[in-house]
């Protein structure tokens, strides 16, 4: 199965171009799901067919679906929320209050990650097709499983009864002590945990799966203007900080060349500047182009042009490229004590916005306002280490202290 997402800034066409993608690869007879995460879902008027938050096939291979963000939250989520709102209300917080602190950060939007990681694990379809929402959310989206931990690990402390381990939730029966209207309420404390336990699964198993290039992509959706590519840039840049790859980059809504008239003069020649711009950029990514077409986009008639001009005879659910992961190096018979390497690929990255510390067994990167914690491999637990950002890359060097401990 190939899970190809597509992301950019808000206007640039993710939707058509998603759109048009998944009907490409559902007429090369592949079964292919489209799935909207935006809020302001507009998928449906793009494929001129009625969806909804469950999947409907609007043609031979090809379905679609607006994911319901609230539903999915109440499946996921809403056994735990209740218990952690009652605990938080015995310890004289506001109803109010206690139900939104109870909230995970990013939750809404990531509920389109748990649907994701449902369908892989059915195998009901060969290629998912997801149109992301814009930028900022997408990321939010992308980061949510190691927000999540992040978060769950120090809520979880304040009711002394939830330990966190690996990944592993185990919990201590009676730590709330209104037994009475947990029962009245149809609520069990082991179906809490375990549910809680499954959401965490999830996630996890969401987060290795988008973040393997053999099966996932990110592509990204530009428009050739400055302002647009300079945003695209961050968001590459972030996408590779959470480790996820990027295979190809998709430049609409370029202006043919049929278009005569004087007034755009300029802006055609800024937009072929732009598109060289982008040539050059993004790591030598994969770029596709399409036309600023004369309609409006929407209907399956339009959407196969757009699909013919972005990707000719190629199939689109094909990885594109290798993408950029980070990658670990061991040095042999090194005479400053140096054992590995990791490469953590930064894109479009400042030295000012790059920051680092560590524990022993993880490290945490801030990317400007982007945040991740990385877990070390066991092998390093106990090596010294010192960081180098060599655009693109930053270079994170463990070593011993003393070379004849080698």
Same mark, same amino acid.
């Given at each position: 199965?190939?899970?190809? @997402?597509?992301? &950019?800034?808000?206007?640039?066409?993710?939707?058509?171009?998603?759109?048009?993608?998944?009907?490409?690869?559902?007429?090369?007879?592949?079964?292919?799901?489209?799935?909207?995460?935006?809020?302001?879902?507009?998928?449906?008027?793009?494929?001129?067919?009625?969806? &909804?938050?469950?999947?409907?096939?609007?043609?031979?291979?090809?379905?679609?679906?607006?994911?319901?963000?609230?539903?999915?939250?109440?499946?996921?989520?809403?056994?735990?929320?209740?218990?952690?709102?009652?605990? %938080?209300?015995?310890?004289?917080?506001?109803?109010?209050?206690?139900?939104?602190?109870?909230?995970?950060?990013?939750?809404?939007? $990531?509920?389109?990650?748990?649907?994701?990681?449902?369908?892989?694990?059915? $195998?009901?379809?060969?290629?998912?097709?997801?149109?992301?929402?814009?930028?900022?959310?997408?990321?939010?989206?992308?980061?949510?499983?190691? @927000?999540?931990?992040?978060?769950?690990?120090?809520?979880?402390?304040?009711?002394? &009864?939830?330990?966190?381990?690996?990944?592993?939730?185990?919990?201590?029966?009676?730590?709330?002590?209104?037994?009475?209207?947990?029962?009245?309420?149809?609520?069990?404390?082991?179906?809490?945990?375990?549910?809680?336990?499954?959401?965490?699964?999830?996630?996890?198993?969401?987060?290795?799966?988008?973040?393997?290039?053999?099966?996932?992509?990110?592509?990204?959706?530009?428009?050739?203007?400055?302002?647009?590519?300079?945003?695209?840039?961050?968001?590459?840049?972030?996408?590779?900080?959470?480790?996820?790859?990027?295979?190809?980059?998709?430049?609409?809504?370029? %202006?043919?060349?049929?278009?005569?008239?004087?007034?755009?003069?300029?802006?055609?020649?800024?937009?072929?500047?732009?598109?060289?711009?982008?040539?050059? $950029? %993004?790591?030598?990514?994969? @770029?596709?182009?399409?036309?600023?077409?004369?309609?409006?986009?929407? &209907?399956?008639?339009?959407?196969?042009?757009?699909? =013919?001009?972005?990707?000719?005879?190629?199939?689109?659910?094909?990885?594109?490229?290798?993408?950029?992961?980070?990658?670990?190096?061991?040095?042999?018979?090194?005479?400053?004590?140096?054992?590995?390497?990791?490469?953590?690929?930064? $894109? %479009?990255?400042?030295?000012?916005?790059? =920051?680092?510390?560590?524990?022993?067994?993880?490290?945490?990167?801030?990317?400007?306002?982007?945040?991740?914690?990385?877990?070390?491999?066991?092998?390093?637990? =106990?090596?010294?280490?010192?960081?180098?950002?060599?655009?693109?890359?930053?270079?994170?060097?463990?070593?011993?202290?003393?070379?004849?401990?080698?």
């Amino acid at each position: 199965m190939r899970v190809i @997402v597509h992301t &950019g800034k808000g206007g640039v066409g993710k939707t058509s171009v998603s759109a048009a993608t998944a009907l490409r690869c559902s007429e090369l007879g592949l079964k292919t799901l489209v799935i909207s995460t935006d809020t302001a879902h507009s998928l449906g008027d793009s494929l001129g067919k009625e969806i &909804g938050p469950e999947p409907m096939e609007i043609a031979p291979n090809l379905w679609a679906q607006e994911i319901d963000a609230r539903y999915s939250m109440d499946k996921y989520w809403g056994k735990i929320q209740t218990y952690l709102a009652r605990f %938080f209300s015995q310890q004289r917080a506001e109803e109010i209050v206690a139900e939104e602190v109870t909230i995970i950060p990013g939750l809404e939007e $990531g509920a389109a990650l748990l649907w994701i990681n449902e369908y892989i694990k059915r $195998g009901d379809y060969d290629v998912l097709i997801v149109d992301a929402a814009p930028t900022a959310e997408t990321i939010r989206l992308l980061s949510l499983p190691d @927000v999540t931990r992040w978060w769950l690990e120090r809520i979880m402390k304040l009711t002394r &009864g939830l330990r966190v381990m690996g990944g592993a939730i185990e919990g201590v029966r009676g730590i709330f002590s209104s037994k009475k209207k947990d029962e009245e309420d149809g609520l069990n404390v082991d179906d809490v945990f375990k549910q809680a336990d499954r959401l965490f699964d999830m996630l996890d198993s969401i987060r290795a799966l988008l973040t393997d290039p053999e099966m996932s992509s990110m592509r990204l959706v530009v428009n050739p203007e400055h302002m647009v590519i300079k945003e695209t840039q961050r968001t590459f840049t972030y996408l590779n900080l959470y480790d996820y790859s990027t295979d190809a980059v998709l430049v609409n809504k370029i %202006f043919p060349d049929e278009i005569t008239d004087p007034f755009f003069v300029k802006w055609k020649e800024r937009q072929k500047k732009n598109i060289e711009l982008v040539r050059d $950029g %993004f790591g030598g990514l994969p @770029v596709h182009t399409a036309p600023l077409f004369r309609e409006e986009m929407g &209907g399956l008639d339009l959407l196969r042009r757009l699909a =013919d001009e972005l990707y000719g005879d190629k199939n689109p659910a094909e990885r594109m490229s290798d993408g950029n992961i980070n990658s670990w190096e061991k040095v042999e018979n090194s005479d400053d004590g140096t054992k590995y390497i990791m490469h953590i690929p930064l $894109g %479009f990255a400042e030295k000012h916005d790059v =920051d680092m510390y560590r524990s022993r067994d993880e490290i945490t990167l801030r990317v400007g306002p982007y945040r991740r914690n990385i877990i070390l491999p066991a092998m390093v637990h =106990d090596l010294e280490l010192d960081a180098k950002f060599e655009p693109p890359n930053l270079n994170v060097r463990f070593y011993t202290e003393d070379p004849n401990q080698q």
